[in-house]
């Protein structure tokens, strides 16, 4: 059982910057896979991000301004979030796999608890 628990979030107007941290309880962190997904009020959750061994696959929505980078010796994941836009706005969850990165959440076992990011008009 992996745990993972985001840190981070808060409200930040449009063009500013956060940064969201998502640390991990697990030995064996360098072998997971890692994601970032957010959903929206009344939408769907979406894939925003992942990392793993073999590289970093982004959306094209937040190709650009968004950077995941991860430590390895501190079990944790980042995601540095520059030129906030009024619709990145909702609860960022990060997510861990074994498997290969997809920006299927269902591909994903382990689920922290959120992050709210709200950004402003």
């Known amino acids: 059982q992996v745990q993972l628990v985001e840190s981070g979030g808060g409200l930040v107007q449009a063009g500013g910057s956060l940064r969201l941290s998502c640390a991990a309880s697990t030995r064996t962190f360098s072998r997971y896979t890692m994601g970032w997904f957010r959903q929206a009020p009344g939408k769907e959750r979406e894939f925003v991000v992942a990392?793993?061994?073999?590289?970093?696959y982004y959306s094209d929505s937040v190709k650009g301004r968004f950077t995941i980078s991860r430590d390895n010796a501190k079990n944790t994941v980042y995601l540095q979030m520059n030129s906030l836009k009024f619709e990145d706005t909702g609860v960022y969850y990060c997510?861990?796999?074994?498997?290969?990165?997809?920006?299927?959440?269902?591909?994903?076992?382990?689920w922290g608890q959120g992050t709210q990011v709200t950004v402003s008009s």
């Open positions: 997510a861990a796999s074994l498997r290969r990165p997809v920006p299927n959440a269902n591909e994903y076992d382990y």
């Open positions: 990392i793993s061994w073999s590289g970093t």
